[in-house]
């Protein structure tokens, strides 16, 4: 059998889930210490610059808790009892007034009933019970409260009763009384384990008008009929002590007689039983001032119910949870819609990036960011640096990859207005992979075109020490730093592959390190600045490439306070110690004379770190650059594209980032 329903999945021609702004939120956190699995729920938690996160439906959840709570109170019953009886009295004092025929005797004795009664409304309908009343209208709103009490009953448990059974006859009465029994006989039944489906599609057969839910089987049923019934429970635990007692015993007259409640406490004893995992047992706290009925007031219990569950699924604070655990029926009965459209995205996105290969998992279990997401993140670096880059130049972005016209052994594919010549086997392998999915295909087409870059010099060992001291933590760059080492990562495994890059982090010691390793590393908390060491490491990647132009990169917010000792031990001293000091100008001495160009990246406003670099630079004909910490990386890429042109990088004092353009042109793809 086909079923069909309003269509509520959001934009049919919306494309397919962007990851890109996901990714660059991510990489990010990565950088500052978290995990992936962590920094991938973080940015499902803020959201993104266009989509709701689960902060914003868990706000939205908790509003509407608020509101449902703020609005009502649970005096609609008892209110609507009282008017009840106070018509019945009223039209009955009216009645006897006019009455010219009444004997004194019973009328005075009718009156004094009327004008004594309890203030208590169910003590007051209890009373009356046995009047013979004298007025029509009086009789028929009395006859009303009883019909009123025994339609809310029942609406408690079975939704929609209250309205299907106004102006109901006795024979549908009588049907009701028919079917809680028979419920209860199968309930019992299936308690002790005796039922069958025969017995369920019986039951349905006779009675499933009662029960909109369509339940497909006897645990459907029992879920429904339990999940109302405790919210019922719920309700009466949130009255007073006052509005108990008058409910209990205004429930006596339901339908004027007790057999309905009879039949409604075995049901409720019946589902306690067999689904004791319901809240029995909790209340709410009410405070608006619209009464609700017992029913509708059910109805609100279960709401609130269903908003404490959506609420605990947007937490996601348990043990494997997933965004496919929201329950979006639920999220758009109680938020609407777009909120439903909303966290399906969120869930698309946490599938894709699942899926995506942009994280993996390594051998210990943890979730890892894969080489392609890392790509990806040194991409949208890149773009960022060369936004900044271009816009502090004033030039825009030029195509051409050298200026000497020099092979690099790189392509890029051809764009418009390109005049390299075209790598002609990359071409050919590009039209040839293309037509294998399609082979009717052009044998070449214009996607297929791939043109050489070329560069001033065809190779470049490039030694990036970055400082991973305390101080760099503490002040806010660790993030940047690694952003910077990431950026000219790839760019040298994007543009210039013939260039070898040495990632140096540099902290009590020093550490030759990949760029997973970096992007990853945590916070190092241990002070020390081992300048020593990172030259070291540097001079020693510059002697495993003695035909390449060596370039000096080193990052650093700090003085050296720390170097190798020829045992291997680490000596620190603050302040810095003269033999600290004359070891790293040494190796910083070897590195000139190796030929390499030096640049210096001051962090802070250090004035004693600023005349110590400084004097560094001056010593090996360096250059000094003092970006602020979020125009780092620029600085760097711009010394580095600087130094393969040959000549002095950053030249143009603190805050230039050399004239690069003209030498490497356009590098961001």
């Not at 914003?56 to 703020?70: C, G, T």
């Not at 209110?79 to 009216?94: G, I």
């Not at 894969?370 to 773009?383: D, E, H, I, S, Y």
């Amino acid at each position: 059998m086909s079923r069909y329903r309003r269509y509520d999945g959001g934009d049919p021609l919306a494309p397919p889930v962007d990851i890109a702004e996901a990714l660059d939120a991510i990489g990010e956190d990565v950088m500052a210490g978290y995990s992936p699995e962590r920094a991938m729920r973080e940015f499902l938690r803020r959201g993104g610059q266009d989509q709701a996160g689960l902060d914003d439906l868990a706000r939205r959840v908790a509003e509407r808790r608020r509101e449902l709570l703020q609005q009502h109170n649970l005096d609609g019953t008892l209110n609507e009892v009282r008017e009840l009886l106070d018509k019945a009295v009223l039209e009955e004092r009216k009645q006897l007034a006019r009455d010219a025929m009444m004997d004194d005797g019973d009328r005075a004795f009718r009156e004094m009933r009327m004008e004594n009664l309890p203030d208590s409304p169910a003590a007051a309908v209890t009373e009356l019970g046995d009047y013979d009343w004298q007025s029509s209208e009086a009789r028929e709103a009395f006859e009303q409260i009883k019909d009123l009490l025994g339609r809310e009953l029942l609406d408690q448990r079975f939704a929609g009763m209250k309205q299907a059974l106004e102006n109901a006859t006795d024979e549908d009465r009588q049907a009701i009384n028919e079917m809680l029994s028979d419920l209860n006989d199968l309930l019992e039944k299936h308690a002790r384990g005796a039922d069958t489906p025969e017995d369920f599609a019986e039951f349905m057969a006779k009675h499933g008008q009662h029960f909109p839910e369509d339940p497909q089987d006897i645990d459907e049923l029992l879920d429904a009929l339990a999940q109302r019934s405790a919210a019922a429970q719920r309700m009466l635990n949130s009255m007073s002590p006052e509005q108990r007692a008058e409910l209990m015993q205004l429930s006596a007259q339901a339908f004027g007689s007790p057999a309905l409640m009879d039949q409604l406490a075995r049901l409720d004893q019946n589902l306690m039983g067999l689904r004791p995992g319901e809240d029995w047992g909790g209340s709410e706290q009410f405070g608006g001032g619209e009464g609700l009925g017992l029913g509708d007031g059910t109805g609100v219990l279960q709401d609130l119910a269903d908003l404490d569950s959506l609420a605990d699924q947007l937490a996601q604070s348990y043990g494997g949870a997933r965004l496919d655990d929201i329950d979006l029926d639920k999220l758009a009965k109680q938020l609407g819609n777009e909120a439903a459209v909303d966290a399906r995205t969120l869930q698309e996105l946490e599938q894709a990036l699942r899926e995506s290969g942009a994280m993996e998992r390594g051998f210990d279990g943890e979730l890892r960011l894969t080489p392609k997401a890392m790509r990806q993140l040194g991409k949208a670096l890149l773009r960022d640096v060369a936004e900044k880059m271009s816009g502090r130049q004033g030039q825009r972005d030029l195509r051409q990859a050298g200026a000497a016209g020099d092979l690099s052994g790189a392509t890029r594919a051809w764009e418009f207005g390109d005049t390299e010549p075209w790598d002609l086997p990359r071409t050919i392998l590009n039209g040839v992979l293309r037509r294998a999915g399609d082979p009717e295909g052009r044998l070449l087409a214009i996607d297929d075109v791939e043109v050489a870059e070329t560069e001033a010099r065809t190779q470049a060992a490039v030694a990036l020490c970055v400082d991973t001291s305390f101080s760099m933590a503490m002040d806010g760059r660790w993030v940047p730093m690694k952003q910077t080492a990431l950026a000219l990562h790839t760019l040298i495994g994007q543009r210039f592959r013939g260039d070898s890059l040495e990632l140096i982090g540099f902290g009590r010691h020093a550490q030759s390190m990949r760029i997973e390793e970096l992007t990853a590393l945590d916070a190092r908390w241990a002070k020390g600045t081992n300048l020593h060491h990172a030259l070291l490491l540097a001079n020693r990647h510059f002697r495993k490439h003695p035909n390449a132009q060596p370039v000096l990169l080193i990052v650093t917010d700090g003085e050296p306070t720390s170097h190798l000792e020829s045992s291997g031990e680490v000596f620190f001293s603050y302040p810095p110690h003269p033999v600290t000091i004359a070891l790293a100008v040494r190796e910083l001495d070897n590195a000139r004379r190796i030929g390499a160009h030096t640049t210096f990246f001051r962090l802070g406003d250090d004035p004693g770190l600023a005349r110590f670099i400084d004097s560094m630079a001056r010593r090996v004909d360096g250059s000094v650059v003092a970006p602020e910490a979020g125009d780092l990386g620029a600085a760097v890429v711009g010394s580095y594209l600087g130094s393969r042109r040959g000549g002095r990088p950053g030249s143009g004092g603190p805050g230039s980032y050399g004239d690069f353009f003209g030498s490497r042109g356009f590098w961001v793809g």
